[in-house]
Each structure stands twice: as C-alpha cells, then as structure tokens.
C-alpha cells in the first residue's frame, strides 16, 4: 500500500536545556539554487557524517533525523555512496535500532570501518536494561550492509557516546569515544572485542584547548572524534565547546597521545548547535563532511550533512574550513551509458525514495513539477535513445529529460504507462538528441495531480 505522506535518527547525549538553545538558533538556510550542491542529500535529514573509502567510492554512514523533530529522535541509520562526490546513491536503510534487541532508543553518531572483508559498524544506543549509553558493533559482509548485531550485547557500555574507529599501520585497531569524556580501548583483531580496560585520555587544556566559563569543563572538547592518521601523525577532529558547537582538532605522535591542541577547522555557523566531522581522502584529494541545518525546516534536530574539499598545510595542520552552498567539485564523470540507479542523485526536489520489489531503491513520491540533477555526465559525442525503468498506476506522467535546469531545453520525453502496481516495472525507451560532451542532465517529472511515477534506473545508448 502506497504511504500518503512523506516521511523524511545523529548524536549527542544533550541537556534538555538545550532545546530552549536550539529554539533559538533554528533559522532556515535553505538553498535554492540548482547549482548548490550542498547539503548532499535533500530528501531526508541526515547528521553525524562517517565516510569509508573502498573499492573506489566513498560509503558514507549517516544517522537520521526524523521529520518535525524536537529532539534527538532518531531510529535508523542510513547509507550513501558516490564514485565522484557529487553524485550520491540511497542504500536505505541497513541497520536501525531494531538490528540491536536490546537497544531502547537513541540511534546516534557511529563509524564503520573494513577488516579482512567485513564491515564493522559501532554505534552509540540506550541500553534497555540499563538506561544508559552503550557502544553496539553491527557486522556486514557488504559496505551497504545488511549489518546484523555482532554480539548480541554491548561491546562496551559506560554512559558515554560517539565511537571513532581506527586501524593503525602495525594492525592495532583502536576505538575512541566519549562525552563529557574521551576513551579508548584497543580492539581485538576479530573487532569485537577488546584487550585490557578502557582507558581515560587526559583532557587537558594543552591537548585540548581552553574552554572558558565552564568550571565543570576546562577543555574544548564537547563529542564527536574523529581520530585517523596521515603521514605518521595521529589526527583528532572532535566537536568543541557545546553550544554552538565548532570542529577543533588535536595531533599527537602516538594513537593515545600525548595530544597537542591545533586549532579551530570549522567556526560556529549553519542553523545547528551541533557538528559532526568525517575526513577522508579520495582520488587525490582531501575532503570534509559535517552536518548543518540548510535544509527547508532544518535546524539543531533536522540536520543535514554537507562536504567541503580541502588541502592540507604543508606541515600537515588542517586549514579553517567553512560551510558552503556549492559543494566541491566532481572527482570523476559519471557514465550515462551503463546502467544508472535513479536514487543517485546530485540535487532533488521532491521525490523521496524507498526499497525496490527488484532490489535495492528506486524513487518514489513523484509528482507534477517535481525533479532530480545528475552532475558531470559524460555524454561524448551524443547519446541517442534514452531508457528507464519506471513503475505507475496511473497513465500520463512523464520524464522529461533535460539540460542547463530543471525547466532547460528538453532532450527527450518518455512517457509512462499503467503498470498496474507501484512495484509492478516495466521498461520505456524514446530518443533524445543534443546530449553530447559533459554536462549536468536533468530529470523532470511531468503528468496530472497526484503521484505520477516510481523510477528505478536508467540509461542511455550511443
């Protein structure tokens, strides 16, 4: 039965203060132009951005904020990918708090990481027997998952929020978390388990700057690390100073320490008193992801992840970064003439998706005037016939292909018919013409009222 309305879980154990703090800062980014690239997903919020590099995309772990929240309510964790950063595939949902039976709530920031051809995915939970914080492993055999629950039981549990993951050069895997704190333990080879006890890391205001007006707190570090190593030296970036919060970083020259405080990465800004950093390296170049509240009705509980390219200092330090509507760059073309989900998408407006009775997503929700940008497609030297995998129960709608915008010279109409069911798919074909070289393809949805059309994938001939 086909949903009519559309539903659109992040991290940090707050303070219920905080709410009356968000109410305040709650205000509307919203970026209209189609140009704008962030933030990289528009439709569902998205916080707490964990990128794995593997097998030549960047697998992006996010959690999701539900709509209309008020709060840190969160149920699920959600999947993307990309090949050339721009463009974003969905893979759902693969792991909620479902996969952990003894989980209550509280579906927040986590990092998966790869060893020896499995995906280990630790995030922070509510215990139900306890009513505390706990690390859960979910485990995959793919980046996007299906993850089921590793242990059946915490791996660790202290009251405490926010794993980071790391595997180092010698093969010592380390995980960090913590708010007000910040541990650490040394995992096992099997990631699921754990040698000696974990560790406290001092929190001194040399290793981790000075945090004024707060007895309690006398360091800048609030949550969220994110702890990795480039070229012998060991990286700390952590959420400073709630509230608002800032991306900081510390360096150390061992995975435990002693840590040397560098700086601000990313000021205050972005309609959230929260932020989350991810850094990783991809086809030569540095990016980093965080969370802000640009979306329409985003805020400090309807968050959306976001990425910057960057560079490092030639002495390795990180330079300031800021919050931008472009985005960064393609890293790569993307090929039209191999079979292409719909759910990877540079920019939408409208369309939400969900699972396909074929496999995987396909998107959904389509309506009159709705819309999806496809960024640096290689067309060559012309691409002929265009075909897509559509599903409907309703005649007329349409898909329109187009250049330049989403209301630019149309290249090619097809037209989808009746398929009897929203899951029952059938293939459509038409011509197009004046798709050559590289340029952004634009994918607008035309028919009645009410929703038009399911699409799955697509693809173009030479």
């Known amino acids: 039965m086909r949903p009519t309305t559309r539903s ?59 709509d209309g929240s008020t709060w840190f309510t969160m149920k699920e964790w959600r999947v993307w990918s990309s090949a050339d950063m721009v463009n974003w595939t969905d893979h759902g949902s693969p792991m909620s708090l479902a996969t952990f ?25 509510t215990n139900r027997a306890t009513g505390r914080m706990a690390i859960g492993v979910g485990v995959a055999d793919s980046p996007t998952g299906p993850f089921r629950d590793a242990l059946g039981r915490p791996l660790v549990e202290n009251g405490e929020i926010d794993p980071t993951v790391m595997i180092d050069d010698n093969g010592q895997a380390y995980l960090y978390w913590g708010n007000p704190n910040l541990w650490y333990v040394r995992l096992n080879a099997d990631m699921i388990s754990f040698s000696g006890s974990p560790t406290q890391i001092p929190l001194t205001t040399a290793g981790f700057g000075t945090r004024t007006g707060d007895a309690s707190r006398p360091t800048l570090y609030e949550e969220g690390p994110w702890v990795y190593k480039r070229n012998g030296l060991y990286y700390n970036v952590f959420a400073a100073k709630c509230c608002s919060e800032f991306i900081a970083y510390s360096t150390s020259p061992g995975p435990t320490g002693p840590w040397t405080y560098r700086g601000t990465v990313m000021p205050t800004q972005g309609s959230s008193f929260t932020n989350h950093a991810g850094i990783v390296d991809f086809k030569g170049s540095s990016y980093f992801f965080y ?16 990425v910057e390219k ?44 969900e699972r396909a009775s074929e496999g995987g997503m396909n998107i959904g929700w389509i309506e009159n005037g709705d819309w999806i940008k496809v960024k640096n497609v290689a067309f060559g030297t012309g691409a002929r016939t265009f075909t897509a995998r559509v599903a409907s129960t309703v005649s007329g709608g349409t898909v329109e292909v187009r250049t330049g915008s989403q209301n630019g010279t149309v290249a090619g109409r097809c037209t989808v018919p009746n398929t009897g069911g929203w899951q029952t798919w059938t293939t459509v074909s038409c011509s197009v013409s004046g798709l050559t070289g590289t340029q952004d393809l634009y994918f607008r949805f035309a028919g009645g009222s009410g929703y038009l059309l399911n699409m799955n994938w697509w693809q173009f001939t030479a």
């Open 101 to 125: 039976s003894w989980a209550s709530k509280d579906a927040w920031a986590g990092q998966a990481i790869e060893r020896n051809g499995k995906f280990y995915w630790y995030v922070p939970v």
């Open 8 to 66: 659109v879980p992040a991290a940090l154990a707050a303070l219920a203060a905080l709410v009356l703090i968000a109410t305040g800062l709650n205000a509307v980014v919203a970026p209209t132009k189609a140009k704008a690239d962030n933030p990289i997903v528009q439709h569902v919020y998205t916080a707490d951005p964990a990128p794995l590099v593997h097998n030549g995309r960047v697998y992006l772990y996010t959690g999701h904020d539900e």
């Open 291 to 306: 969370h802000n509240g640009a979306l329409p009705n985003g805020g400090g509980f309807t968050r959306s992840v976001a």
């Open 310 to 353: 960057f560079t490092y200092n030639a002495d390795g330090s990180i330079p300031t970064i800021n919050m931008t509507s472009a985005g960064v760059p393609p890293a790569d073309t993307l090929n039209p003439y191999v079979r292409q989900e719909a759910e990877t998408i540079a920019w939408g407006s409208g369309i939400e998706t």
